[in-house]
Nanobody, 115 residues
Framework: QVQLVESGGGLVQAGESLRLSCAASGTIFKINAAGWYRHPPGKQRELVAGITSGGATNYADSVKGRFTISRDNAKNTMNLQMNSLKPEDTAVYYC?????????WGKGTLFTVSS
C-alpha cells in the first residue's frame, strides 16, 4: 500500500517558478514508476511528467524545458520543479505511483498561475 500526499500548491504569477512535492509512505514507492498528472479546469487529466524507479524521465511536450521531475527513493519523495509558469499550467496536480505492486494516486494540490 502506498499513500501519496502532494504539497506546494498556491497562487503564482506568470513567469514565476514553483516546486511541487509528493511524499509517499511504504516501501513500494521506490520500486514503482511515478509521475505527475494534472487536471486543468474544463479539460481532461493529462500526464505532465513521468519517472521510472531508476530515474529515467519523460515529459509532456507542453512542459519540456520548463518542468523537471525528480525523485529521492531513500526519502520516498518526488518533486516537480516548474519554471516559466504560464496561465495554462493552472490545474490540480496529482502524484501517482504505479507498477506491478499497484496503482496509487494522491488527492491532488491546486495551483493557479495568474497572468
Amino acid at each position: 500500500q502506498v499513500q501519496l500526499v502532494e504539497s506546494g500548491g498556491g497562487l503564482v504569477q506568470a513567469g514565476e517558478s514553483l516546486r511541487l512535492s509528493c511524499a509517499a509512505s511504504g516501501t513500494i514507492f521506490k520500486i514503482n514508476a511515478a509521475g505527475w498528472y494534472r487536471h486543468p479546469p474544463g479539460k481532461q487529466r493529462e500526464l505532465v511528467a513521468g519517472i521510472t524507479s531508476g530515474g529515467a524521465t519523460n515529459y509532456a511536450d507542453s512542459v519540456k524545458g520548463r518542468f523537471t521531475i525528480s525523485r529521492d527513493n531513500a526519502k520516498n519523495t518526488m518533486n516537480l520543479q516548474m519554471n516559466s509558469l504560464k496561465p495554462e499550467d493552472t490545474a490540480v496536480y496529482y502524484c501517482r505511483s504505479y507498477g506491478m505492486y499497484g496503482d496509487y494516486w494522491g488527492k491532488g494540490t491546486l495551483f493557479t498561475v495568474s497572468s
